[in-house]
């Protein structure tokens, strides 16, 4: 049976003494994590919870992490990944809607895991995967390992639930996306012919390993039988010096990141020698930033993936051939992997001629299983199999797909996705606000930045830097809006009363390639 456990299985079998993990002065072989992760399942056992049971995780990246995610499906159980950037009332928030039972935490959350502790209902015991002294209050993670034997993975896999990974929502609230142990295997496997790792190969974890796309670079490196190396957070210095120390082979980069390494001192100095691919996607690559970066590294290939959180994520990607090739191409998404099909339709569902632009529909053994307990929204974005993805693009004649708009309020900055009505929420919650629309707007380093355009009570006055720390008190920092505009005139409104976020977009947008970030 296809298990996120068999993965682990497969690789301590077919590279044994290879080294799957490098963090810090720690390594361990396959053979190593595969114990480690078995123990650790033990461990997880041993608390009664009921199978397909929620724990969870909120830690930077660590080789723990990579561990974690694979003994919690080993125990029988579901990962739930939280954004270590988001505001401890969206944590709690996801804690209480999965009912998750355990929490696992390193040392930069430890107050935070405290506070979530005594108030998320159910939630039990707390995991400390740090490298301190473990709080009173919490199990030591290293104990776990060491004092239980290793027990048989659960035999949970297939269709069944491994994880939910939780996203913005349109409603306020996020909503918890439900992957199956085929759909995370899935959707790896489609990745690999155009992300070619094999077991001499070293995955670069730099992106957030909460992450969908982090989390679908740990699958296909479990299967290619490399080594994960893993750095706690994005620093650039530190990201050029372990490429060359580590001889570090494959990446998943945001653009902004990229950006920010092609600015660093180091960059056109850097031992980049054995840095075979780098894959970024979850937001456009600016023309500037992939031309610069193919002048400063020419020996290193690129490829572009184009996803979202419910199809595990990637859709359709932009091969290293292409991007050698150059041209227009480079405009485009790519192509379908080999586990996704992709359709462009109208507003009825009815199939858009080449060219012609419309909602892109995907399916495959990668598409979710629903959002958890939300019914209505999983019939809306999920229907016969096709997941709806809320974005408006077009193939050309050799099957290249082009996106060129959003249909679903979202902005996407810095690879983050923001759905505007939290923010639209946090905002309307002061006193001062009679109104708020929030807009994506260019900007040259995330792709898109939050705005928001705000309508004042008749006689009321409130400036921007407060408005921005009444919205730090409820969601993250990211989807904390960057700018703020003022305006008397009431926000224009569509004959349905919906606000025209078209027309407040316009003068932001004039003149650029592409409508989104």
């Keep these: 049976m296809i298990s996120m456990s068999a993965m682990i299985e497969r690789a301590a079998r077919l590279n044994p003494e290879g080294i799957a993990t490098s963090y810090g002065d720690r390594e361990h072989s396959w053979q190593q994590v595969r114990v480690r992760v078995a123990c650790l399942g033990a461990g997880l056992g041993g608390y009664g919870l009921a199978e397909g049971d929620r724990v969870a995780i909120l830690s930077l990246n660590s080789d723990r992490y990579y561990e974690s995610i694979f003994a919690i499906p080993w125990a029988g159980y579901c990962v739930v990944p939280l954004n270590t950037r988001w505001a401890l009332p969206e944590n709690q928030y996801a804690l209480q809607d999965s009912g998750t039972r355990i929490l696992l935490f390193d040392d930069n959350f430890a107050s935070q895991a405290e506070q979530l502790l005594a108030a998320v209902d159910g939630l039990d015991i707390a995991i400390h995967m ?56 899935a959707s790896a496997m489609g990745t690999l012919p155009f992300f070619t790792m094999d077991r001499s190969s070293a995955y670069l974890h730099v992106a957030p390993m909460f992450h969908m796309a982090d989390f679908a670079g740990s699958m296909g490196l479990t299967l290619s039988c490399g080594k994960n190396v893993v750095l706690e957070s994005f620093e650039p210095g530190e990201v050029l010096r372990t490429i060359g120390e580590q001889r570090v082979t494959h990446s998943l980069l945001v653009p902004a990141m990229i950006k920010m390494l092609l600015n660093h001192p180091d960059a056109a100095t850097a031992d980049m020698s054995s840095m075979v691919c780098i894959l970024y996607g979850a937001s456009p690559m600016p023309k500037a930033t992939l031309e610069q970066c193919m002048a400063t590294w020419p020996t290193v290939g690129l490829a572009q993936a184009y996803g979202q959180t419910e199809l595990a994520p990637v859709v359709t990607m932009l091969s290293m051939a292409d991007h050698q090739a150059g041209g227009e191409r480079l405009k485009s998404a790519g192509r379908p992997t080999p586990v996704s099909e992709v359709r462009i339709v109208d507003e009825n569902g009815a199939d858009q001629p080449l060219g012609t632009s419309g909602e892109i529909v995907a399916r495959g053994p990668h598409a979710m299983l629903g959002y958890w307990k939300k019914p209505e929204e999983t019939a809306r974005a999920l229907q016969d199999g096709w997941v709806f993805t809320g974005d408006a693009g077009y193939f050309d004649e050799d099957g290249y797909l082009y996106i060129v708009d959003r249909v679903k309020d979202m902005v996407v900055t810095g690879g983050e996705n923001v759905f505007t009505t939290e923010v639209e929420n946090a905002i309307i919650s002061h006193d001062a606000v009679q109104d708020v629309a929030v807009i994506g707007i260019p900007h040259p380093e995330w792709g898109e930045a939050v705005h928001a355009i705000v309508v004042l009570h008749e006689g009321q006055s409130v400036a921007e830097e407060e408005l921005v720390q009444h919205c730090r008190q409820t969601i993250a920092g990211y989807k904390v809006p960057k700018s703020i505009s003022f305006r008397d005139d009431p926000l224009p409104l569509s004959g349905a009363g919906k606000v025209l976020k078209t027309e407040l977009r316009k003068p932001f947008w004039e003149g650029q390639e592409r409508q989104v970030g």
């Design 130 to 185: 740090g490298e301190g002294q473990s709080p009173d209050w919490a199990v030591s993670y290293e104990d776990l390992v060491d004092q239980n034997a290793p027990s048989p993975a659960s035999h949970r896999g297939g269709d069944e639930m491994a994880g939910i990974f939780y996203t913005g929502g349109t409603t306020g609230f996020p909503k918890g996306v439900m992957q199956s142990h085929r759909a995370i295997w």
